[in-house]
């Protein structure tokens, strides 16, 4: 990924990934971005679902969305995708921390044309639910027409990531004070079926296979 | 909370929500913002902790961080939270969900002053781990120098929360494809302790009363 000033990590450092390999890793298993713009002179964050596929990130919305018809315009934006993935708890309250892993990104968007639009919606689909796409209806003429897909390269991204174990001063390692991590984890319950499906119905593929890929 | 144009639901508006309950719950179970800021003439977004009190959201960093020190200046800000709750499969491609929590904020942070720094500390501790800050050691003059905490009151605020499962078109009742929610759950995994750790040493209370918490 290219690493501009803005682009690198400053605080703590080393915890900065500049390879699309680990920023891919992260998207993959986060489904909900925060984008950032410039709208009506202030900042707006709003978070949005998105998918990606090779080196591009998808975002959808309603043709009509404030988010979605500013993007289109390609104005410059910022998003960052971050979940926490453990507590630090450190002898001191100062060494307390998160593990966590982000991306940020810097760019802008584009509107994606009419005729990719399907692959486009696929991506995201396949991002959320991998094989579901082929397993539903498409949507049809007035559905596409209902929503747009903006398409942000990854080219300006950094990931920053926390692990491990609290790094407590050695004066405070003589203190009788628990000290650790409490991982956090993101798990998938069991499916709840829509009241107005056959009692009898499998479950499909796609939903059988999300849960594998979480245990 | 103040009801503006810009924090008014536009997509979904039976969606929105702005009470002040509503809002802090969700504020309370969650751990990361996504802050966004205009910086060097572009937008800016950092995910980053935060802490809620009363009406008084606090994030903290190191005094030098280029997101602290522009906060400081009491520049316009947007902020937003979010979870995702659960995937939400419908008959078509096009009526796939999420279900979420989230809330978005704009205005403005202040420093906090020297005199409130330790409870402003504090306010972020306790809503991550309630309880942690009387079990471990106080912050010093030099932790305290090294770290500034701007206070963002919660004034322009919304919150927007989707549940409960899919809404086919009725035409599609009829195919004979599998629709629902698989609900998405955070959940704490056991702790961790440190390896210079005493292998007796009792979990703490706060640690213990977490899982509490979560199950």
Redesign the interface.
């Known amino acids: 990924m290219k690493k501009t000033p803005?682009s690198t990590v400053?605080?703590a450092p080393k915890r900065g990934l500049y390879d699309a390999p680990s920023i891919y890793e992260i998207l993959d298993r986060n489904?909900?971005c925060?984008?950032?713009?410039?709208?009506?002179g202030?900042?707006?964050?709003?978070?949005t679902?998105y998918g990606r596929k090779g080196n591009t990130l998808y975002i959808h919305?309603?043709s009509v969305?404030?988010l979605i018809t500013r993007l289109e315009e390609a104005i410059?934006?910022?998003?960052?995708?971050?979940?926490?993935t453990g507590?630090v708890?450190?002898?001191?309250?100062?060494h307390?921390s998160?593990n966590?892993e982000?991306v940020?990104l810097?760019g802008a968007g584009r509107l994606v044309p009419e005729a990719d639009k399907m692959e486009a919606?696929k991506a995201v689909?396949d991002h959320?639910?991998p094989g579901?796409?082929e397993?539903?209806?498409?949507?049809?003429t007035k559905?596409l027409k209902a929503?747009k897909v903006i398409a942000i390269p990854l080219e300006e991204v950094t990931a920053k990531v926390r692990s491990g174990?609290?790094k407590?001063d050695p004066a405070?390692?003589e203190?009788?004070?628990?000290?650790?991590?409490?991982?956090?984890?993101?798990?998938?319950?069991?499916?709840?079926?829509?009241?107005?499906?056959?009692k009898n119905?499998?479950?499909?593929k796609?939903?059988t296979n999300?849960y594998n890929l979480k245990s």
Chains 1, 2 share one sequence.
């Open positions: 803005r400053k605080r489904h909900i925060h984008v950032g713009i410039l709208h009506e202030a900042p707006l964050v709003i978070p679902l919305g309603a969305s404030r410059p934006l910022s998003l960052s995708v971050a979940k926490t507590l708890l450190a002898r001191s309250a100062f307390h998160l966590y982000s940020v810097f919606l689909s959320l639910i579901r796409w397993e539903v209806r498409k949507p049809n559905e929503t174990g609290p407590d405070d390692d203190l009788a004070l628990w000290a650790g991590v409490v991982p956090i984890k993101e798990i998938y319950e069991a499916p709840i079926a829509d009241s107005t499906l056959n119905m499998e479950l499909p796609s939903v999300l």
